[in-house]
T-cell receptor
Framework: QQQVKQSPQSLIVQKGGISIINCAYE??????FPWYQQFPGKGPALLIA?????SEKKEGRFTISFNKSAKQFSLHIMDSQPGDSATYFC????????????FGTGTRLKVLA | KAGVTQTPRYLIKTRGQQVTLSCSPI?????VSWYQQTPGQGLQFLFE???????NKGNFPGRFSGRQFSNSRSEMNVSTLELGDSALYLC?????????????FGEGSWLTVV
């Protein structure tokens, strides 16, 4: 119940295309869903985040779509660029009197020039 | 504003040894959490500290421990190292912790156990 399942494991997209990464969760107590971007040799950096009372959030070329009933959320990268090539992690946060983040296993995205 | 700083960045240890990793959070942040990142397991939560108290702990053996100092700096220790402990150890800080509070990661400490 604490897991966040992320797919696909890897993704290759042509420059200008749309990259889509999906995540699913079980625990309805999760109430914050961020996406992190990680470049080789660097720590993950927050990309965009959403709360379950919103179905979609857009920041530039990055959009999170959230389906509360299906317990799924996804990251869409529009007009994908070679500079977007990185590993993307979805996460879910739960407040259990303290807090912790549960991360997906990551998606390695490669955007071809 | 300086980001999360982790030291050392790279280290090689021998099985059976112990290691201490250090983390300086963003100024003003009181919550520090630690994660282990491996290719097969992704990011695994180790523990979280707030005001020198451990608030949450992941499913790791007791060989993994940590502490937080009054200035919010944190250390994690791994004793009796095993080959499987080879990983990137990431520290993340947050203003107060709690759901919805963004966590900011350092660049990590790469540990290789031989």
């Amino acid at each position: 119940q604490q897991q966040v399942k992320q797919s696909p494991q890897s993704l290759i997209v042509q420059k200008g295309g749309i990259s889509i990464i999906n995540c699913a969760y079980e625990n309805t107590a999760f109430d914050y869903f961020p996406w992190y971007q990680q470049f080789p040799g660097k720590g993950p950096a927050l990309l965009i985040a959403i709360r379950p009372d919103v179905s979609e959030k857009k920041e530039g070329r990055f959009t999170i779509s959230f389906n509360k009933s299906a317990k799924q959320f996804s990251l869409h990268i529009m007009d994908s660029q070679p500079g977007d090539s990185a590993t993307y992690f979805c996460a879910a946060s739960i407040r259990t009197g303290t807090y912790k983040y549960i991360f997906g296993t990551g998606t390695r995205l490669k955007v071809l020039a | 504003k300086a980001g999360v700083t982790q030291t050392p960045r790279y280290l090689i240890k021998t099985r059976g040894q112990q290691v201490t990793l250090s983390c300086s959070p963003i100024s003003g942040h009181r919550s520090v959490s630690w994660y282990q990142q491996t290719p097969g397991q992704g990011l695994q939560f180790l523990f979280e500290y707030f005001s020198e108290t451990q608030r949450n702990k992941g499913n790791f053996p007791g060989r993994f421990s940590g502490r937080q100092f009054s200035n919010s700096r944190s250390e994690m220790n791994v004793s009796t190292l095993e080959l499987g402990d080879s990983a990137l150890y990431l520290c993340a800080s947050s203003l107060m912790g709690g759901s919805g509070n963004t966590i900011y990661f350092g660049e990590g400490s790469w540990l290789t156990v031989v």
